[in-house]
């Protein structure tokens, strides 16, 4: 198999001058992976503003007072590849917005099937278009922080050597769960995997796994016809795991495993995790994806 390369470090460089660095800088993030690398990046929690958010924050719809909020920001980070949905009814100054994914964005996946469904509170919305978990391939999450250091160093957030310091600390993290999945996905790419929803685009694509996905919540059990899909689905696509975002409902879990299949969740983590952090839910979720192809 081919060795993936990791994202290329930036030279370093070093700052000597005795600069002034703007603590009143505001950092806004639309989605907690992104507030999290800002955290670490920055050193400074407290300039980082990440909304309390009901649900997924890719389909939050921001009020009046969130919109305020980011418009007194510095510095707008966006999750890009169409995962704001909400800016095309928001006006925001352009040059204080940094779509992280531009990077990669040649790389972006556009979906084929377009299913609406129901995501709690927020309404029925669609998978159609571009797929936007981008982070869980973590390489490109790594080119996301770097976006982040980029647009951190322009406004002098810090000194230039303590955001690379940060920066490369992160970086460490990433790269260590980007490597450490590899491993565990090696050899497996013909392995046939559910997901209960269809969020793990990049994810299969970086990892080499064969991932078909259904719309289901971990919060929901399925009703008949979703079940009547899945049967017809694993005919040709026999899995024995499904991962999911979240923790499933034990009854959804049971039935599963009348049909063979496992439960594993692998949370993406668009949204501040109840206890742990952005690393610790990753760390959990290579240690779940363990299981999944034993040891
Ligand atoms: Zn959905």
């Known amino acids: 198999m081919m060795k993936k390369c990791f994202i290329m470090l930036a030279a370093f460089t070093f700052c000597f001058g005795a600069l002034v660095y703007a603590e009143e800088v505001k950092v806004f993030a639309s989605n907690y992976p ?14 980082v503003i990440f909304p309390e958010i009901d649900g997924d924050p890719a389909f939050w719809v921001p009020e009046s007072a969130d919109i305020i909020t980011m418009q007194q920001s510095d510095i707008i980070l966006l999750n890009g590849a169409s995962y704001e949905k909400w800016q095309t009814a928001v006006s925001l100054p352009k040059r204080k917005i940094v779509d992280t994914s531009k990077p990669f964005r040649k790389r972006l996946i556009m979906m084929e099937e377009s299913v609406d469904h129901a995501h709690g509170p927020s309404g029925d919305h669609s998978h159609s278009g571009t797929a936007f978990t ?3 391939d973590i390489n490109q999450a790594a080119f996301q922080a770097k976006a982040i250091k980029d647009a951190m160093a322009k406004k002098n957030v810090s000194s230039e050597g303590a955001l690379n310091k940060n920066f490369e600390s992160l970086i460490e993290n990433l790269r260590a769960l980007d490597t450490e999945i590899n491993v565990i996905a090696q050899g497996h790419s013909k392995v046939p ?3 209960s929803h269809p969020v793990y685009q990049y994810f299969a694509r970086r990892y080499g796994l064969n991932i078909k996905a259904v719309m289901w919540e971990p919060d929901v059990f399925p009703d008949e016809q979703m079940w009547t899909k899945l049967e017809e689905t694993v005919k040709e696509h026999p899995a024995k795991w499904m991962i999911w975002e979240g923790e499933p ?7 599963l495993k009348e049909m063979g299949i496992e439960s594993v969740v692998f949370d993406p983590c668009g949204n501040r995790p109840k206890r742990g952090n952005f690393l610790s839910v990753m760390r959990q979720n290579v240690g779940n994806l363990k299981k999944v192809f034993g040891d």
């Open 34 to 47: 992104l507030s999290y690398f800002a955290e670490r990046i920055s050193g400074n929690s407290k300039i």
């Open 134 to 136: 981008t982070w869980i």
């Open 193 to 195: 995997l559910m997901a």
């Open 249 to 255: 409902l034990q009854k959804s879990v049971a039935k």
